[in-house]
């Protein structure tokens, strides 16, 4: 395990994202209400680019007639069969079981206690006294 | 922000070349087929438009999740609809996938469908010549369906005649839900006439009937059952076309059903098969059971697959199938598309892998 700074906080906005690569892989990292998480970028089902997907919320019903969205933007939806994965988790709803995206540790640290990953060395300078994103990988 | 110091790690194409048997090239705009038309036909296109067996004749039946039934990711870079930009196809599929050859399945403007047949004819055409220029001729890996119009036998007899001296095309495209059961002898002119020309007939899933998907009674609520109706629907293709002896009729007729997938097929010749026992009187015009007609006259493509809870069965229900009679696609630029790679989620062994993935589509469609 190392970590990797992938960006400012302040670069991605709550319910947006960002696409990353570490160590040659591509991870996207997600505010969600503030909190940080990242995703591998394949879908574990057919191996789809998961984080170009939309965020969505979750649509529950107990019983027919009943309906209610729940934590909207906190589930990333397949941009291509539409498997519905929890951002924090990287767990599948439609087959809680079998299918989990892996997912990554993200912390919030401050600048000046940071290892400079090797991809971010240009913004690493220019952004010092600011919060950076840390992936876990 | 981010910089990548080393090139991200690019995932490896199936090593076996593949043969994708359905996607979908699309228009720019409706304007990209005006060069085809006619002045008549472009009036007529410019005033009044199509229209095919609903009220909204320009939608989709049913309402998708995703703009233009398309993967989300399947817009090129210039913002035109998926699968309207060569460059991009060859990007993003063609090279990404080893794609040795694909063939063609044109969908837009319905023109199989059309309640004017006239226009429909005039459609057909326009897009028959448009795959021709526009895809055929500028990627050497890439085959036509001629598109034709089933209620307007005529015509469609005369654009299959009109098309197959260019190799290029190597399927008649029929669209499976029509005015009446497909085996019904009003469209036997438009079988005999691709026997003549060796071409198979391809139909692909979908369309608009203009009857409930629900077979009889009354409008499905959601997409998710009209999505589903789309394997019933090939069902009755099937046993209209064997029961009404169209396979007696013409011994060297093919059939290929794109995008159905297949795991349905086994049990539907169980039960014809011991209907046929019992009621054969009925249609001593058959000579032969009906599933030795289906093992011998149809061909399934693969998308979108079959997902058995133990991945393995599905490899049972193939050989139940035929190993000859699949044919690998992925529907792209659709939102259902199948990954070559990732397809199947149990280890395919040889030689059925490269039947299955280019051999038995080089040999219906005579490539190479």
Request: glycine fraction near 8%.
């Amino acid at each position: 395990m190392s970590r990797h700074v992938v960006a400012n906080v302040g670069e991605i906005a709550p319910g947006s994202s960002k696409l990353v690569t570490v160590k040659g892989r591509e991870i996207g990292v997600f505010n969600i209400k503030g909190e940080f998480f990242a995703l591998a970028n394949k879908c574990p089902h057919e191996g789809a680019a998961l984080c170009r997907g939309k965020l969505v919320g979750l649509a529950l019903s107990d019983e027919p007639g009943q309906y209610r969205l729940t934590r909207q933007g906190e589930l990333l939806k397949c941009p291509w069969h539409g498997w519905e994965f929890d951002v924090r988790t990287g767990q599948s709803y439609c087959d809680p079981d079998n299918t989990y995206v892996r997912q990554y540790a993200v912390s919030v640290e401050p600048g000046s206690e940071l290892l400079k990953g090797p991809y971010v060395v240009e913004t690493f300078q220019v952004a010092v006294e600011e919060n950076y994103i840390v992936v876990e990988m | 922000m981010n910089i990548a110091v080393r090139e991200p790690k690019v995932e490896q194409a199936t090593r076996l070349s593949i043969v994708d048997c359905d996607i979908h090239p699309n228009l720019r705009a409706g304007s990209d087929l005006k060069p085809y038309l006619s002045s008549r036909w472009q009036h007529h296109l410019e005033t009044y438009g199509g229209h095919i067996r609903q009220a909204l004749s320009e939608t989709l039946a049913y309402p998708r999740m995703t703009p233009d039934v398309a993967r989300r990711d399947a817009w090129p870079p210039s913002g035109a609809p998926p699968g309207s930009d060569l460059a991009f196809m060859r990007e993003q599929h063609l090279d990404a996938n080893g794609v040795e050859y694909c063939v063609l399945v044109p969908l837009r403007t319905g023109a199989g469908s059309q309640r004017n047949v006239e226009y429909g004819a005039a459609l057909a055409r326009a897009m028959n010549d448009w795959q021709a220029a526009e895809w055929l001729d500028k990627e050497k890996r890439l085959r036509g369906s001629i598109m034709v119009t089933p209620e307007y036998p005529e015509a469609a007899i005369a654009e299959i005649e009109r098309c197959a001296s260019n190799r290029g095309f190597v399927q008649v495209l029929l669209p499976p839900r029509t005015d009446e059961p497909s085996g019904r002898r009003r469209y036997w002119p438009v079988y005999e006439a691709a026997v003549a020309h060796n071409l198979p007939i391809g139909m692909h899933v979908g369309g608009i009937s203009g009857q409930p998907c629900t077979a009889g009674s009354g409008p499905a609520s959601y997409y998710i059952e009209e999505h589903h109706s789309l394997v019933p629907a090939m069902q009755a293709v099937i046993v209209s076309m064997v029961l009404e002896g169209v396979f007696e009729q013409f011994p060297t007729l093919r059939v290929a059903l794109i995008e159905g997938s297949f795991a349905w097929v086994p049990p539907l010749t169980w039960r014809l098969d011991k209907q046929w026992k019992r009621l054969r009187d009925e249609v001593p015009h058959l000579k032969r059971s009906p599933s030795e007609y289906i093992r011998e006259h149809f061909w399934f493509t693969t998308q979108p697959i079959d997902e058995p809870d133990r991945p393995q069965d599905l490899f049972d229900v193939m050989g139940w199938v035929g190993w000859d009679r699949l044919m690998f696609s992925t529907d792209y630029p659709h939102w259902d598309f199948d990954d070559p790679r990732y397809v199947f989620k149990a280890r395919l062994e040889e030689p059925a892998r490269t039947q299955l993935f280019s051999g038995n589509a080089k040999a219906l469609y005579g490539l190479e």
